[in-house]
């Protein structure tokens, strides 16, 4: 190697490393000379090749390639098999941004379904020529012709054939749990993906009237925050020591929490009303009321058990 600077200059430092490497081919050797060796074996947890390398990902990097050299050193022969990740929604997001895609919907009638998925597969070539660029001038030495990646069908089989032979064995259980879910993308999300589109909004609580059952204009009146849960809610839940007022509004007569009375009107804008019975919620207990979806849910037609579309009690104290 030439002779460096005085002066630290680590592109220079690079540049000579490198070209050392290459032309005296020290990856080449270092696996010839520990071909005899015990096998210790390296499969990377693959990044996602849906961006550019950042400092986080260098720091990973660089701790892999540590262990890596220590086991050489050590006398194994070392399979370090690299790996890419190329398969997720932010690859599908930037090709939509690009091309102008407002609806998961348009894919297939402004791009088409083929031309689409060969233009997620250019962005991710992109971004892994990049990475594989970045990971040799940081030095991690892989073995990157054999790399595999995830969007190859031999890859996507062999993981079919291992859970295959999973559920076979009896090793796969069924299970629920709760994903954020992207309304537009109609798709489960990452905790991460959820990060990247995180935002403070101000989202809009409504009130609703449901009727009770063998009760002429007689109605409870609930609060939520989710109304979009209305069409599978089972149960309107009261404070069992909370005071509940009948209100007569214009000939309707409401069931409000008697604290919230002046605030609901407001919301309203009920101006007139009067009161016409007070009672405490646990009497309310078992009042049945018809569903707000009744008529456009089968669901709610077939299936009214006991405390089905029924007043519960509950306590509310927080």
Not at 241 to 247: A, G, I, N, R, W
Not at 301 to 310: I, L, R, S, T
Request: aromatic letters at 12%; a neutral charge; charged letters at 30%.
């Amino acid at each position: 190697m030439s002779q460096l600077p005085k002066r630290y200059d680590p592109l220079v430092v690079e540049k000579e490393v490198l070209d050392f490497w290459n032309k005296e081919k020290v990856y080449d050797k270092t696996l010839e000379l520990r071909s005899s060796g015990p096998k210790w074996n390296f499969l990377e947890g693959p990044p996602t090749t849906n961006g550019f390398m950042h400092v986080g990902h260098a720091r990973g990097r660089a701790m892999k390639d540590t262990q890596i050299r220590y086991m050489t050193m050590r006398g194994y022969d070392v399979w370090r098999r690299g790996g890419w990740d190329m398969q997720g929604l932010p690859v599908e997001l930037e090709v939509e941004k690009k091309e102008g895609i407002v609806e998961k919907g348009l894919i297939g009638s402004d791009v088409g379904m083929d031309v689409f998925v060969q233009k997620c597969k250019d962005l991710v070539d992109f971004y892994l020529e990049r990475w594989v660029d970045d990971s040799i001038r940081l030095g991690l030495w892989l073995d990157y012709p054999k790399a595999y990646q995830t969007r190859k069908d031999d890859y996507i089989e062999h993981v079919w054939h291992f859970l295959k032979l999973a559920n076979e064995k009896g090793l796969l259980g069924r299970g629920y749990r709760v994903n954020p879910t992207c309304p537009r993308c109609v798709t489960a999300l990452s905790g991460h993906e959820v990060s990247q589109g995180y935002a403070t909004k101000v989202d809009p609580s409504v009130y609703v009237k449901f009727q009770l059952v063998d009760k002429e204009n007689e109605y409870l009146v609930i609060w939520t925050t989710t109304p979009f849960t209305l069409i599978s809610n089972e149960m309107v839940s009261v404070h069992h020591k909370y005071k509940y007022v009948k209100l007569d509004v214009g000939g309707e007569f409401w069931w409000v929490v008697e604290d919230l009375v002046e605030t609901v009107m407001e919301k309203a804008k009920v101006e007139s009303y009067s009161k016409v019975e007070t009672l405490v919620g646990k009497k309310m207990l078992g009042w049945k009321y018809r569903h707000p979806f009744h008529d456009e849910v089968p669901f709610h037609q077939e299936h009214d058990e006991k405390y089905m579309h029924a007043v519960v009690t509950g306590r509310h104290d927080c």
